[in-house]
């Protein structure tokens, strides 16, 4: 349970970025359309790129 519990946090964490990025693009989505659209794009590539990561590094737990 504790290993489950470590590894969500750990996902977690590594994701905060994108999931501000996110958050950002949603609040400035009306007035700014074209700056939320890149920080929906980079906000996922980030959260692809950090699965990635994250998941080769806890294979290795």
Same mark, same amino acid.
């Given at each position: 349970?504790? =290993?489950?519990?470590a #590894?969500?946090? +750990?996902l977690? #964490? /590594?994701?905060?970025?994108?999931?501000?990025?996110?958050? *950002? %693009?949603?609040s #400035?989505?009306?007035?700014?359309?074209?700056? +939320?659209?890149i =920080?929906?794009?980079? +906000?996922?590539?980030? *959260?692809i790129? %950090? =699965? /990635?990561?994250? %998941?080769? =590094?806890?294979? %290795?737990?």
């Amino acid at each position: 349970m504790e =290993l489950v519990f470590a #590894i969500i946090v +750990a996902l977690i #964490i /590594g994701n905060i970025p994108a999931i501000i990025m996110i958050l *950002i %693009g949603y609040s #400035i989505r009306q007035n700014k359309p074209k700056t +939320a659209k890149i =920080l929906f794009i980079i +906000a996922t590539a980030y *959260i692809i790129i %950090g =699965l /990635g990561i994250c %998941g080769t =590094l806890l294979i %290795g737990l």
